[in-house]
């Protein structure tokens, strides 16, 4: 049996496994463990874990898995969670550069709780008749609808496993647009369930959002069902965006250890 120290994150909702993993001594390529670590009956608990590793060259490498125990591209609530797990530990004070799967990101502690995250530059905006398409460290589908009575799983899912998307997958996004407001619903890949809340969802949500405001807007207050979030950025032209941060919660819940 191995015992390891854990501590859980919740971004808006979203919620983490972190482990500090600078002495490789939890096997990253273990999925099966990540799997029950994250298992909400057999184990801690989460949407995905984090792992926090050293970098020759950045503060520290954020390792991302989904909790179907698979490696996974970037989230952005874990990656705000991440930054105030290693303010936690005492890795920097305001601000902080490190790696991810994605590339370098920058962060700033905006209080105990609260991170600002610059996510990576989108360089394409596919439209797919009134839907959207991009990747903003992850891949999401945006849908612009009436958000009431919708079945997030079930629709969802329908595009997820599309003929299109069907092997690599894809996240999707519903959305409903007031003016600079949003509110999003998200079906997560990996996770294959409706969560409370997607950082790079919402950041694709407010960049496909611009485009269908005819370009009014260059950021966005998100109402997700687990927090409000914030997203600005800088557009190139309709389809390349700079200077993209997400901002929201990155809140502590509790730390332990557990026994396998």
């Given amino acids: 049996m191995n015992s390891y120290r854990f501590h859980k994150y919740q971004g808006a909702g979203n919620d983490f496994v972190i482990i500090d993993n600078r002495e490789n001594k939890f096997d990253a390529k273990d999925f099966a463990l990540v799997n029950q670590l994250c298992d909400r009956r057999?184990?801690?608990?989460?949407?995905g874990l984090m792992l926090l590793e050293n970098d020759d060259h950045y503060t520290f490498?954020?390792?991302?898995?989904?909790?179907?125990?698979?490696?996974?591209?970037?989230?952005?609530?874990?990656?705000?969670?991440?930054?105030?797990?290693?303010?936690?530990?005492?890795l920097f004070e305001k601000e902080v550069t490190f790696v991810a799967v994605d590339g370098v990101h920058q962060a700033?502690?905006?209080?105990?709780?609260?991170?600002?995250?610059?996510?990576?530059?989108?360089?394409?905006?596919?439209?797919?008749?009134?839907?959207?398409?991009?990747?903003?460290?992850?891949?999401?589908?945006?849908?612009?609808q009436d958000l009431s009575d919708l079945d997030v799983v079930k629709e969802g899912r329908s595009i997820r496993y599309n003929a299109r998307f069907k092997e690599e997958g894809t996240n999707v996004n519903f959305v409903s647009m007031?003016?600079?407001?949003?509110k999003v619903l998200t079906y997560?890949?990996?996770?294959?369930?409706?969560?409370?809340?997607?950082?790079?969802?919402?950041t694709a949500a407010a960049i496909a959002a611009?485009?269908?405001?005819?370009?009014?807007?260059?950021?966005?207050?998100?109402?997700?069902?687990?927090?409000?979030?914030?997203?600005?950025?800088?557009?190139?032209?309709?389809?390349?965006?700079?200077?993209?941060?997400?901002?929201?919660?990155?809140?502590?819940?509790?730390?332990?250890?557990i026994t396998l």
Avoid at 61 to 82: F, V
Avoid at 188 to 196: C, K, N
């Fill in 210 to 257: 611009y485009v269908m405001s005819g370009c009014q807007y260059e950021g966005f207050d998100i109402e997700a069902k687990g927090g409000r979030l914030g997203v600005r950025f800088q557009a190139k032209s309709i389809n390349e965006f700079e200077h993209v941060w997400l901002k929201g919660p990155a809140v502590r819940v509790f730390e332990g250890d």
């Fill in 188 to 202: 997560e890949r990996g996770v294959e369930d409706e969560t409370l809340a997607c950082g790079t969802g919402v």
């Fill in 178 to 182: 007031d003016k600079d407001c949003l």
């Fill in 61 to 90: 490498r954020m390792r991302y898995y989904n909790s179907d125990g698979r490696e996974a591209t970037m989230c952005g609530n874990g990656g705000r969670c991440i930054v105030a797990f290693a303010h936690h530990l005492g």
């Fill in 42 to 47: 057999f184990g801690v608990g989460s949407d």
């Fill in 108 to 144: 700033i502690m905006e209080s105990d709780e609260v991170v600002d995250l610059e996510m990576i530059d989108v360089d394409f905006v596919e439209r797919i008749g009134e839907d959207f398409y991009l990747n903003t460290g992850s891949p999401h589908y945006v849908v612009f």
